[in-house]
């Protein structure tokens, strides 16, 4: 049936009918697309003809990630240079894929490397087995463990992709110096690790201190009393009369 043929139809003019079966011809495709499954398969590639171009330039221009992508772990530093880890162990008990290997030790007045009573001195991330759901970082109590953009760390080798903390420690900040310090050292900066009672490490005798001087809690210039450095043979301070960070928060700020 051609056009002058329809144009014949009841008197109706040509464009009309032309327009009118131009419509017929789209529906009955758009059905046959949508309700069928060879429609639907090859809507897809129509659709994609028709769409903006998405080639990403990788790995020249790595397109920008979410700001809370999470990409490979980073064990923090405060300002002066201290790991924020304390040994813990909480990162690798939450773990879901048993990624995490952690050995702690004992902090000493020459070797100190956390504020905290421990430090890790072996931490492991298998990257073999994480899942990078950032368990780990949610259960850290000082954020010493947080997840980074970064996530190009590809391997060859299983080897490759257990990370150790030499390259899970983050850099040393400008115009600090890497662990381990001495007491002595912390204790002359004044500063209030945790937001507590206390300058961190604990003080042990009698005697004033300067104000703490980088704390983020609203009690950081309390001061506590303080002397000369511990003897060796010293008793352990009673955490309930020198403060720090087992001292009792009835705040409930410190962390
Ligand atoms: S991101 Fe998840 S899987 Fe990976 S180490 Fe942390 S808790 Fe384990
Ligand atoms: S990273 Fe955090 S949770 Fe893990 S051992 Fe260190 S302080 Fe504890």
């Known amino acids: 049936m051609?056009?002058?043929m329809l144009a014949a139809v009841g008197g109706i003019p040509s464009p009309i009918v032309t327009a009118l079966t131009f419509l017929?011809?789209?529906v009955v495709t758009w059905l046959?697309?949508?309700?069928?499954?060879?429609?639907?398969?090859?809507?897809?590639?129509?659709?994609?003809?028709?769409?903006?171009v998405e080639t990403?330039?990788?790995p020249e221009k790595p397109r920008p990630v979410a700001p809370r992508f999470h990409g490979r772990h980073q064990l923090n530093r405060?300002?002066?240079?201290l790991e924020k880890?304390?040994?813990?162990e909480l990162c690798a008990w939450a773990c879901p894929a048993d990624a995490i290997y952690v050995q702690g030790d004992d902090n000493t007045s020459e070797f100190r490397y956390s504020p905290?009573?421990?430090?890790?001195?072996?931490?492991?991330?298998?990257?073999?087995?994480?899942?990078?759901?950032g368990l780990c970082i949610e259960a850290c109590p000082t954020r010493a463990l947080t997840m980074t953009h970064d996530y190009e760390f590809s391997a060859a080798t299983r080897q490759e992709l257990i990370w150790t903390k030499d390259d899970l420690i983050a850099p040393v900040p400008p115009g600090a110096y890497d662990t381990p310090h001495t007491d002595r050292e912390v204790r002359d900066r004044g500063w209030n690790y945790y937001g507590g009672l206390a300058v961190t490490p604990p003080t042990l005798k009698g005697g004033t201190y300067p104000a703490a001087a980088a704390a983020p809690s609203a009690r950081a210039g309390e001061v506590i009393p303080h002397g000369e450095l511990p003897d060796p043979g010293d008793e352990p301070p009673d955490p309930a009369t020198v403060g720090g960070p087992?001292?009792?928060d009835p705040g409930g700020t410190a962390r």
């Open 2 to 4: 051609t056009a002058p």
């Open 24 to 26: 017929v011809i789209l």
């Open 32 to 52: 046959l697309l949508t309700r069928s499954v060879l429609g639907r398969g090859f809507s897809v590639p129509l659709r994609t003809m028709v769409r903006p």
């Open 56 to 58: 990403a330039e990788y």
């Open 78 to 81: 405060y300002a002066d240079g």
């Open 85 to 88: 880890c304390i040994g813990c």
């Open 116 to 133: 905290g009573e421990r430090y890790a001195e072996d931490y492991q991330i298998n990257y073999n087995r994480c899942i990078l759901c």
């Open 246 to 248: 087992t001292r009792p």
